[in-house]
């Protein structure tokens, strides 16, 4: 059964552009959440999605932003990028019973 | 954000020592995960406890979920120079399975010296 799979692995992008991450859950998996992993703040929670629907919302300005389609695959976007925005994006998914959380490898953002 | 307080911050062992570090919280959780992170790579989940009081274990590794719900452990044996990483926990509020949201620890380096 194939994990979570997290796409682009790296990226650079300069300061005030936008960045679009993409995640597809474990076969199966309905529920898709995301975090975002800094030295100083460490693994904080972006926002969560189930059946396309948002479900739950960090503490992040209103330049993060998430969507789910029908196939339960997940997108992030962050506009207007900052220098602070670099930072490991961790896309996580849950079956629809039970409360273990699978992560996958991450995307690794550096805004310069 | 929020985090939990986990200790040690960091340990240095010779291969063969035990292992022990917790996880404490102010909020009362009804699921505590304890994660390994290898460097560059996502959080691997080690153990999941639902039930205060609760004693799993998977191989060497052992974890407990407090009794009052608001702290956890975990404890390695006989430690492998494989057992490197950030360990995290995580402790989640969740009813009916209702969100994925976890609140993570500040995390614990672990070295292994052959």
């Known amino acids: 059964k194939a994990g979570v799979t997290q796409t682009p692995r790296y990226l650079i992008k300069t300061r005030g552009q936008q960045v679009t991450l993409s995640c597809s859950p474990i076969?199966?998996?309905?529920?898709v959440s995301w975090y975002q992993q800094t030295p100083g703040q460490g693994l904080q929670f972006l926002f969560e999605y189930f059946s396309e629907t948002q479900r739950n919302k960090g503490n992040f300005p209103g330049r993060f932003s998430g969507r789910q389609f029908s196939n339960s695959r997940s997108e992030m976007n962050v506009s207007t990028l900052e220098l602070g925005d670099s930072a490991l994006y961790l896309c996580?998914?849950?079956?629809?019973?039970?409360?273990?959380?699978?992560f996958g490898e991450g995307s690794w953002l550096t805004v310069v | 954000g929020q985090q939990l307080n986990q200790s040690p911050q960091s340990m240095f062992i010779q291969e063969g020592e035990d292992v022990s570090m917790n996880c404490t919280s102010s909020s009362i959780f009804n699921t505590w995960l304890w994660y390994k992170q290898d460097p560059g790579e996502g959080p691997v989940l080690l153990i999941a406890?639902?039930?205060?009081?609760e004693l799993t274990s998977n191989g060497r590794l052992t974890a407990q979920f407090g009794i009052t719900r608001k702290d956890s452990f975990l404890n390695i044996s006989a430690s492998i120079p494989s057992d490197v990483g950030i360990y995290f926990c995580a402790g989640q509020m969740n009813y009916g399975g209702a969100t994925n949201k976890l609140i993570f620890g500040t995390g614990t380096l672990l070295a292994v010296q052959p």
């Open positions: 076969s199966g998996h309905r529920s």
């Open positions: 996580a998914s849950k079956p629809g019973q039970g409360n273990t959380i699978y």
């Open positions: 406890l639902y039930k205060a009081g």
